[in-house]
């Protein structure tokens, strides 16, 4: 039986070993992290540890990293309350706090007037889009950039940015917030003075050190170029189906975009659809987002892009990643052409 191919990295990607072990190691790990004895003193030390590893890798020596349960309550704690104004490409997380007022080009990018009152992420997880962040801008979502691109937090200039770990291959259910000092934000959960009285709740401190040792993975990847030969197998695959399915869009493919990501509709043909096909052929990809995925109903993303709504409804996501082979590229381009030229032929 032919191995299933996972393509679907900006959803999630697969649990590094190094994550894996310093999780195991510090299951072992008894003490509280508020604790002032010596098994607490360990289980603090191991928390501190893991948020200098997250701090380097994002590039943010002098800031306060704050670890929450993911981006998304971090986008919560970063938004709620502040009137910030977005373009609708935001993800939902960030979304739901902000006013989606502001233009978007059909390349994707958003017209930022004020970015001190403004959220903006780094790169769209649909299409790959990176944004040009202006100084001053208040909030930014550095998720699906972080690990991929030579970026840093303190060169952005925002006031804050969030993370996830499983974008990086740390594990599910554990992120930070990311502060510039002098800025603050009002807590939204309350009790302990955990996090500097930012987040209450005892650390995660087995997701902590995943997220550590992921990040200085990913820092690691990104420095010996592991992206760029990423870039060139999402080349590969696109080369491949523009060849044999010439009515493809290819969403944003003018712009700047993140190396491992690839957007592309066939107007007709309904990436739910697709989504399903690929999977019975073995194949994990996607129809958008992982958090908007199964709504069913277009992309809104794409629709601030100008897309119709037959076109946008039609689109797919392929995302690869540092365990991703050029084989693997090839065979998805094999079974989707194939997919693709049956519709053609059943649409006439």
């Known amino acids: 039986m032919t191995a299933r191919v996972y393509l679907d990295w900006n ?45 380097e890798a994002l590039g943010a020596d002098g800031a306060d990293v704050i670890f929450t349960s993911g981006a998304s309550e971090a986008a919560a704690l970063a938004c709620a309350g502040r009137g ?27 017209a930022v007037a004020d970015p001190g009152a403004t959220a903006l992420q ?25 690990g991929k ?8 200039g925002a006031e804050m940015a969030l993370v996830s770990a499983h974008k990086i291959g740390g594990p599910k259910g554990i992120g930070a917030l990311v502060i510039r000092r002098g800025c603050d934000i009002v807590a939204q ?17 087995v997701g902590i050190a995943g997220f550590g040792a992921a990040a200085c993975a990913a820092s690691a990847d990104l420095a010996a170029g592991k992206w760029s030969e990423i870039e060139h197998l999402r080349s590969i695959l696109e080369k ?22 690839s957007c592309f509709a066939t107007p007709g043909w309904k990436g739910e659809t697709q989504v399903m096909q690929m999977d019975l052929a073995g194949f994990a990809i996607s129809a958008g987002s992982a958090c908007s995925s199964g709504k069913l109903r277009a992309s809104r993303v794409l629709r601030a892009m100008g897309l119709g709504e037959e076109a946008a409804a039609s689109a797919i996501r392929v995302s690869i990643g540092p365990g991703t082979q050029q084989d693997d590229v090839l065979r998805f381009a094999d079974a989707w052409c194939a997919a693709e030229a049956r519709f053609q032929a059943r649409r006439g």
């Open 11 to 55: 959803a999630t990607a697969p649990l590094r070993p190094e994550a894996r072990a310093a999780m195991t190691a510090a299951m072992d790990v008894v003490g509280n992290p508020s604790s002032v004895h010596a098994e607490g003193r360990a289980a603090r030390a191991l928390v501190e540890t893991a948020r200098a590893q997250v701090a």
């Open 84 to 110: 910030l104004v977005a373009g609708d490409i935001e993800h939902d997380a960030v979304a739901a706090w902000v006013d989606p007022a502001l233009p978007v080009t059909g390349e994707g990018q958003a």
């Open 122 to 146: 780094l790169a769209n997880s649909e299409t790959g889009v990176v944004q040009e962040v202006p100084a001053g801008l208040a909030v930014c979502d550095m998720t699906q950039g972080f």
């Open 149 to 156: 691109l030579p970026v840093a937090f303190n060169w952005l």
């Open 189 to 205: 959960i309350r009790g302990g003075g955990q996090e500097t009285g930012r987040r209450a709740g005892t650390e995660n401190i």
């Open 240 to 261: 491949s189906i523009a060849e044999r399915a010439r009515g493809t869009i290819f969403v944003g493919k003018g712009s700047h975009r993140l190396p491992n990501t």
